[in-house]
């Protein structure tokens, strides 16, 4: 069952946009989007498909397709698009509210989190599952610090825009002042990286091979922390079962 929604990703500032610019910056937002969707939905399968531009100071029209895998899975698609632009939002305003700093205080509450600064009379509420991607996950943070790096680096760029077409509310807005505190390193992943051996781990089964040939190499694709990987099955007595 295939699903789509469509967005608005607008760079405030002028009708034309440095190509350099346009290109880094959506091939950044692409990669982040990926990785919240595997970390999130991974049983979905996503496109991102670009529309003509507009003018209007400059405006990339977002199509996000999602298909599920091997229909499989029944979920509210149109709900896991948003969910998925939204943690995106999430996590830049996670890193924007916190300027640089870990959070003092984290405060579960139910499905979400509500973190703070001292010192701070505002605090952020936000997805558990989106606020434990901000703290682990690299390649999202890498992808969010260096689209503002270079939105920073072009004078330009007035600031961002993310809405559902059509819709009156923003998804998520970043003025030009606040690039600088988006473009600095998450301090969650300014720690050392070690090595561990896990005996136990969840996968998701991304496409299963219940037909294997004999002779042949028998492999089901899974996921395993938002990354793909495939398992190769030698017990061939799994089969007849």
């Given at each position: 069952m295939n699903q789509q929604q469509q967005f608005?990703?607008?760079?405030k500032g002028e009708n034309f946009i440095d190509l350099n610019t346009l290109i880094t910056s959506q091939f950044h937002f692409l990669a982040a989007v990926n990785e919240l969707q595997k970390e999130l939905y991974p049983d979905v399968d996503l496109k991102l498909k670009v529309g003509a531009f507009n003018k209007g100071s400059f405006v990339v029209d977002l199509l996000l397709e999602t298909n599920w895998v091997d229909h499989l899975f029944n979920k509210d698609s149109v709900y896991v698009l948003e969910a998925i632009v939204g943690g995106f939002a999430s996590i830049v305003g996670i890193h924007k509210y916190l300027k640089g700093r870990k959070a003092d205080k984290v405060e579960e509450k139910g499905d979400n989190v509500t973190i703070s600064v001292n010192g701070d009379k505002n605090s952020v509420t936000v997805d558990k599952r989106v606020f434990n991607i901000y703290k682990d996950n690299v390649t999202i943070n890498k992808s969010v610090q260096q689209n503002f790096e270079m939105l920073q680096e072009d004078d330009e760029i007035e600031?961002?825009?993310?809405?559902?077409?059509?819709?009156?509310?923003?998804?998520l807005t970043v003025e030009r002042e606040?690039?600088?505190?988006?473009?600095?390193q998450n301090?969650?992943?300014?720690?050392?990286?070690m090595e561990e051996v896990h005996l136990s781990q969840n996968l998701f089964i991304k496409k299963?091979?219940?037909?294997p040939e004999k002779n042949k190499t028998w492999k089901w694709e899974l996921i395993h922390k938002g990354r793909d990987i495939s398992a190769k099955v030698v017990d061939w007595d799994f089969a007849l079962k």
């Open positions: 608005e990703f607008r760079y600031g961002v825009e993310i809405k559902v077409s059509n819709a009156s509310n923003d998804i606040e690039f600088q505190e988006l473009a600095k301090p969650y992943l300014s720690r050392t990286t299963p091979n219940l037909m």
